[in-house]
């Protein structure tokens, strides 16, 4: 099983990046996948999940109303559109996913059972 993070790179603050997440080697049917970072110093935080079915989303408060996670079902990839990116954004990226049943966990930056490497998003002032 691997969960491949993509989409990284230097923006200016105001700039957008897409991030992605490719899942191979299983299908993430059932599972919520979703989006944590680590800036230089800090402890990893959570960025956003969605559920498999799409019906429930959830957001950190920092990404609210900038960030939105889809994704495509055929090409088992979650995607990370971030919007009016600011320099506090900056961090490593990784994508995760787990089991629907452990949501709550997720969302509370306690548990994912699958990791990808990180992508650096780096935003400029």
């Known amino acids: 099983v691997q969960l491949q993070a993509s989409g990284g790179g230097l923006v200016q603050a105001g700039g957008s990046l897409r991030l992605s997440c490719a899942a191979s080697?299983?299908?993430?049917?059932?599972?919520?996948m979703g989006w944590f970072r680590q800036a230089p110093g800090k402890e990893r935080e959570f960025v956003a999940a969605r559920a498999w079915s799409g019906l429930s989303t959830s957001y950190s408060d920092s990404v609210k109303g900038r960030f939105t996670i889809s994704r495509d079902s055929a090409k088992n990839t979650v995607y990370l559109q971030m919007n009016s990116l600011k320099p506090e954004d900056t961090a490593i990226y990784y994508c995760?996913?787990?089991?629907?049943?452990?949501?709550?966990?997720?969302?509370?930056?306690?548990?994912?059972?699958?990791w990808g490497q990180g992508t650096q998003v780096t935003v400029s002032s």
């Open positions: 995760a996913a787990d089991d629907q049943s452990n949501w709550a966990f997720f969302v509370r930056n306690e548990k994912a059972s699958y």
């Open positions: 080697g299983r299908t993430f049917r059932g599972h919520v």
